[in-house]
């Protein structure tokens, strides 16, 4: 019941916003965000409490690795959603909140099924919902790169569509006319009974297909534009949980393939491209010029990350990988938003254009600052135990050398990052003169709370935390 | 059975060779109409030998989605462009070639799937692959959105027909996601076109460079 309610809200504002305006469609869109988030929590505290919840003749099914992802969607929605308004332009009315909604109904609606077909029409619909979020501002560069996201992305998700029909396809050449042989349930039951290489060519299918909404590199290359030219609470949905959406459906397909081929082959997929997609953003991070680029190729960098974690395994590299993803999503998502208010006073993205940013935006800057410490792994924060907990299964687990080439790459892409920032920060004051800072504690109130929350997972965890970990971790490691 | 989806799938191959080959997008894009038709026929085909009615519905959707509606829009997108691409790019020789090409490894990669497959329709898959294979290339490869948009269409052919072939039809709620997908996809790429040729004066994808780095 609780998880209808979750989809419902979400999709039922977007529709009531569709033909709503001014003063009236920021109250609504309030309500819905302020509902979505009550549902996913009361979804999460259910599901940790009581086992998996099962809705619409187990259509709709959410274990611990939904619940998980179903509190993250909703956290980050809601801190996405309180800096939405500042967003709103006069002449383009209603068209912005309904599709947020629906964006964020979709990726609900991807980690709460069961049935990994509508899973997957599910995960193009955050393409579908997004593209037209990517071009809201309807610049020559925000058009450029939703044309990219929406070809790159709508082929990518072919290919995982081809994954998914020869899962099914291996399902009733081996055991007949299984009934619901698309629910996830029913394939990780029959699993260990799959031709195992038919499995394999379709989790490669399947890795690349939901890698490109994932941001892996070689199939990146969409994910920088539109980030960049997303409104800064897309970006922040984007960044923090549009691909974590992506990689939570590699995963769910992850013990599949164990289960049928053995543990071997995604492992080195997974270790494969979270070294690449490492590489390639440190390199990324060093070349580039435009602060959300810079912020949008660190996503590519930690999605990288938590994809060692995966192939590393084990309790402390799945559990570690997990606790990333929610980790990331949070840093990032106050970062994306604080850029877009950088952007606004500023009026350029081009690092040169902000640099020496802490004179004239003290407030703003000092948020950046703590935030981005966060991102880069820093104690008190949750990312430096997430991280640590990633490479050291990579050491324990029997990867050293993979483990080390991935540390080094790392602490590259973490020099990167750490000199743009201080660019951006501390650099020689630009020429240009920000719009004197709109400040106010309520505006900082969200990011306040989900910077608190990355201390809380880096210093303290919360009773339960730990126990929750291992759930997910058993559902995914098999 | 076998002879009938053979006979289809590799019409659809060469029709699919025909669309690489032609370089006039009036030309194509009735060809790509023909390969409609034809993944309706193999649908409807399957359909009746296995017993299956909804691939006749499935094969009915098909005729409407992607031999009508699809080509419509696409024309409306193509109006104005000129028939061939201005610049006189890569001979569509070796396109062909490269697309010969692609069937073998299709055939390859398909090894698999044909191994563990017990049906009489095991023989067209390798060829529904080689038809994805190649709308791949052409989307990778197409000079303007048109041609991108025709490679995704031939592409997701090929996975529909591979599909259709190997599991004798999906359930439903994912059928109908996947047709609602291509439409959606189709009709937004039509509203990006039109803003990018507001924007650029044309669609040719060589004008698309403002993002870098």
Same mark, same amino acid.
């Given at each position: 019941?609780?998880?209808?309610?979750? !989809?419902?809200?979400?999709?039922?504002?977007?529709?009531?916003?569709?033909?709503?305006?001014?003063?009236?469609?920021?109250?609504?869109?309030?309500?819905?965000?302020?509902?979505? @988030?009550?549902?996913?929590?009361?979804?999460?505290?259910?599901?940790?409490?009581?086992?998996?919840?099962?809705?619409?003749?187990?259509?709709?099914?959410?274990?611990?690795?939904?619940?998980?992802?179903?509190?993250? $969607?909703?956290?980050?929605? &809601?801190?996405?959603?309180?800096?939405?308004?500042?967003?709103?332009?006069?002449?383009?009315?209603?068209?912005?909140?309904?599709?947020?909604?629906?964006?964020?109904?979709?990726? /609900?609606?991807?980690?709460?099924?069961?049935?990994?077909?509508?899973?997957?029409?599910?995960?193009?619909?955050?393409?579908?919902?997004?593209?037209?979020?990517?071009?809201?501002?309807?610049?020559?560069?925000?058009?450029?790169?939703?044309?990219?996201? @929406?070809?790159?992305?709508?082929?990518?998700?072919?290919?995982?569509?081809?994954?998914?029909?020869?899962?099914?396809?291996?399902?009733?050449?081996?055991?007949?006319?299984?009934?619901?042989?698309?629910?996830?349930?029913?394939?990780?039951?029959?699993?260990?009974? @799959?031709?195992?290489?038919?499995?394999?060519?379709?989790?490669?299918?399947?890795?690349?297909?939901?890698?490109?909404?994932?941001?892996?590199?070689?199939?990146?290359?969409?994910?920088?534009?539109?980030?960049?030219?997303?409104?800064?609470?897309?970006?922040?949905?984007?960044?923090?949980?549009?691909?974590?959406?992506?990689?939570?459906?590699?995963?769910?397909?992850?013990?599949?393939?164990?289960?049928?081929?053995?543990?071997?082959?995604?492992?080195?997929?997974?270790?494969?491209?979270?070294?690449?997609?490492?590489?390639?953003?440190?390199?990324?991070?060093?070349?580039?010029?435009?602060?959300?680029?810079?912020?949008?190729?660190?996503?590519?960098?930690?999605?990288?990350?938590?994809?060692?974690? !995966?192939?590393?395994?084990?309790?402390?590299?799945?559990?570690?990988?997990? /606790?990333?993803?929610?980790?990331?999503? !949070?840093?990032?998502?106050?970062?994306?938003?604080?850029?877009?208010? $950088?952007?606004?006073?500023?009026?350029?993205?081009?690092?040169?254009?902000?640099?020496?940013?802490?004179?004239?935006?003290?407030?703003?800057?000092?948020?950046?600052?703590?935030?981005?410490?966060?991102?880069?792994?820093?104690?008190?924060?949750?990312?430096?135990?997430?991280?640590?907990?990633?490479?050291?299964?990579?050491?324990?687990?029997?990867?050293?050398?993979?483990? &080390?080439?991935?540390?080094?790459?790392?602490?590259?892409?973490?020099?990167? !990052?750490?000199?743009?920032?201080?660019?951006?920060?501390?650099?020689?004051?630009?020429?240009?003169?920000?719009?004197?800072?709109?400040?106010?504690?309520?505006?900082?109130?969200?990011?306040?709370?989900?910077?608190?929350?990355?201390?809380?997972?880096?210093?303290?965890?919360?009773?339960?935390?730990?126990?929750?970990?291992?759930?997910?971790?058993?559902?995914?490691?098999? | 059975?076998?002879?009938?989806?053979?006979?289809?799938?590799?019409?659809?191959?060469? %029709?699919?060779?025909?669309?690489?080959?032609?370089?006039?997008?009036?030309?194509? +894009? +009735?060809?790509?109409?023909?390969? *409609?038709?034809?993944?309706?026929?193999?649908? *409807?085909?399957?359909?009746?030998?296995?017993? +299956?009615?909804?691939?006749?519905?499935?094969?009915?959707?098909?005729?409407?989605?992607?031999?009508?509606?699809?080509?419509?829009?696409?024309?409306?997108?193509?109006?104005?462009?000129?028939?061939?691409?201005?610049?006189?790019?890569?001979?569509?020789?070796? *396109?062909?070639?490269?697309?010969?090409?692609?069937?073998?490894?299709?055939?390859?990669?398909?090894?698999?799937?044909?191994?563990?497959?017990?049906?009489?329709?095991?023989?067209?898959?390798?060829?529904?692959?080689?038809?994805?294979?190649?709308?791949?290339?052409?989307?990778?490869?197409?000079?303007?959105?048109?041609?991108?948009?025709?490679?995704?269409?031939?592409?997701?052919?090929?996975?529909?027909?591979?599909?259709?072939?190997?599991?004798?039809?999906?359930?439903?709620? %994912?059928?109908?996601?996947?047709?609602?997908?291509?439409?959606?996809?189709?009709?937004?790429?039509?509203?990006?076109?039109?803003?990018?040729?507001?924007?650029?004066?044309?669609?040719?994808?060589? +004008?698309?460079?403002?993002?870098?780095?």
């Amino acid at each position: 019941m609780t998880l209808i309610v979750l !989809l419902a809200v979400p999709l039922v504002g977007a529709l009531v916003l569709w033909r709503a305006s001014g003063s009236r469609a920021t109250v609504l869109h309030g309500l819905t965000s302020a509902f979505t @988030l009550a549902a996913a929590l009361g979804v999460a505290v259910q599901v940790n409490r009581g086992g998996p919840l099962a809705a619409v003749d187990g259509l709709l099914r959410a274990d611990a690795l939904s619940a998980w992802m179903i509190a993250l $969607i909703g956290v980050v929605a &809601a801190l996405a959603a309180t800096e939405a308004p500042a967003y709103l332009r006069p002449d383009a009315p209603g068209r912005f909140y309904p599709l947020f909604h629906l964006f964020v109904f979709t990726m /609900l609606l991807a980690v709460s099924t069961d049935d990994v077909g509508l899973m997957w029409v599910a995960i193009e619909g955050t393409t579908l919902a997004s593209v037209f979020l990517v071009n809201f501002e309807r610049t020559r560069s925000s058009l450029e790169a939703s044309y990219k996201y @929406l070809l790159i992305c709508s082929v990518g998700i072919a290919v995982a569509f081809l994954g998914t029909v020869l899962v099914y396809f291996a399902g009733i050449q081996q055991f007949g006319d299984e009934a619901h042989a698309l629910r996830w349930t029913t394939v990780v039951r029959l699993a260990p009974g @799959l031709a195992p290489r038919v499995i394999e060519l379709a989790f490669v299918f399947l890795v690349v297909g939901y890698g490109t909404k994932a941001g892996l590199a070689p199939m990146h290359t969409w994910l920088p534009d539109a980030h960049s030219e997303a409104p800064a609470p897309v970006s922040a949905l984007m960044s923090g949980v549009l691909l974590s959406v992506g990689v939570y459906a590699v995963l769910r397909f992850k013990p599949v393939v164990d289960l049928a081929a053995g543990p071997e082959f995604a492992r080195r997929i997974l270790l494969a491209l979270g070294l690449v997609s490492i590489a390639v953003a440190a390199a990324f991070l060093w070349t580039s010029t435009n602060y959300k680029r810079t912020l949008a190729y660190s996503s590519v960098e930690h999605i990288g990350l938590v994809c060692l974690g !995966l192939g590393f395994g084990g309790v402390w590299g799945t559990a570690g990988a997990l /606790l990333h993803i929610a980790n990331h999503a !949070l840093a990032k998502s106050v970062l994306f938003v604080l850029s877009g208010r $950088i952007r606004k006073a500023y009026g350029s993205t081009e690092i040169s254009a902000v640099s020496g940013l802490m004179g004239p935006m003290p407030f703003t800057g000092g948020g950046f600052l703590a935030a981005m410490l966060a991102l880069l792994g820093l104690p008190p924060f949750g990312l430096f135990v997430s991280e640590v907990m990633i490479f050291a299964a990579g050491f324990t687990q029997g990867f050293p050398f993979i483990a &080390a080439v991935g540390l080094i790459l790392f602490v590259i892409a973490f020099a990167g !990052l750490l000199r743009t920032t201080h660019a951006i920060l501390y650099g020689a004051p630009s020429s240009r003169h920000p719009v004197v800072e709109a400040g106010g504690w309520p505006r900082a109130i969200p990011l306040a709370g989900a910077l608190a929350l990355l201390l809380l997972t880096g210093l303290a965890w919360p009773p339960g935390l730990a126990a929750t970990l291992d759930r997910v971790a058993a559902i995914v490691a098999r | 059975m076998t002879t009938v989806s053979n006979l289809l799938a590799f019409f659809g191959l060469v %029709v699919t060779l025909l669309i690489v080959w032609r370089q006039s997008w009036p030309a194509r +894009r +009735r060809l790509f109409v023909a390969q *409609s038709l034809l993944l309706a026929a193999l649908a *409807s085909a399957v359909g009746l030998f296995a017993h +299956r009615r909804a691939l006749l519905l499935v094969a009915a959707v098909v005729v409407v989605v992607k031999a009508w509606v699809i080509p419509r829009v696409l024309s409306r997108i193509g109006a104005g462009a000129p028939v061939r691409p201005i610049a006189p790019g890569r001979s569509s020789g070796m *396109s062909v070639l490269v697309a010969g090409a692609l069937v073998v490894v299709a055939y390859v990669i398909m090894l698999p799937v044909t191994a563990a497959a017990e049906l009489p329709t095991e023989g067209a898959i390798p060829l529904a692959f080689a038809i994805a294979l190649i709308g791949l290339f052409l989307c990778v490869t197409g000079r303007d959105a048109l041609g991108h948009i025709l490679g995704f269409l031939v592409f997701e052919n090929g996975i529909f027909g591979l599909a259709i072939l190997a599991t004798y039809g999906l359930p439903g709620i %994912v059928e109908a996601g996947v047709f609602l997908d291509v439409l959606v996809i189709v009709l937004i790429m039509e509203a990006v076109v039109v803003e990018v040729r507001r924007e650029h004066d044309s669609i040719e994808v060589d +004008r698309l460079r403002e993002l870098r780095g």
